[in-house]
């Protein structure tokens, strides 16, 4: 059916969300909507299945989530075939104080692996915790060290990042290629 497999994927969907309201404690804030399009859960899932068949036989998937969509996102990839091995969490620093109660200063990097689990590079076993920290660059960013991990684990890979905004160009290694797939970016694969 697609005429390359990858065996690293790595997703950053555009989950429904809002930006939160303006409020006068945030006179800057734009509020509504997001500055991009966002997509249905039965939307997103669609793209997660075919992804899922671009994979090999054994393969990693990793997924970013926010809070609200973590326990859908396991339950539909435990049934297209994924088992979960790790939740990786990203501390961003800062956060949205969406209720004005708690602020949302996290993500989850869901790892999860079809067939085998893929062991790591012997040399980058027990390097990276499960918690990382990186400040937010700007909205959706998400944070380079997520993609140093996934290179140092996995550097001779094929790579795809779905839903890619940009194409990465600054990989840790000459011979490392991530192809992208979205819609803010010139696609390598059609979907």
Known sequence: MFNKKYQIILADPPWQQ????KKA?????????LDYPVLSLEEIWAYLTIASNMGWENHN???WVIDKTIW????FMKQ????????LIWNKVTGIPASFDVRFGHEYLLWFYKGNLM??????RGKYHSVFT???K????KPEIAYRMIENWYPDTEKLELFARKKRDNSLFDNVQWDVWGNEVESDIKL
Request: charged share 30%; glycine share 14%.
């Open 18 to 21: 809002g930006k939160g309201g």
């Open 25 to 33: 404690v945030r006179p800057n804030s734009s509020g509504g909507e």
């Open 61 to 63: 998937f990793f997924l």
């Open 72 to 75: 859908e996102a396991e339950k």
């Open 80 to 87: 297209i075939g994924y088992k979960l091995h790790a939740r």
């Open 119 to 124: 062991p790591v590079a012997k040399e980058w």
């Open 134 to 136: 990186e400040q937010v």
């Open 138 to 141: 700007k909205h959706s960013q």
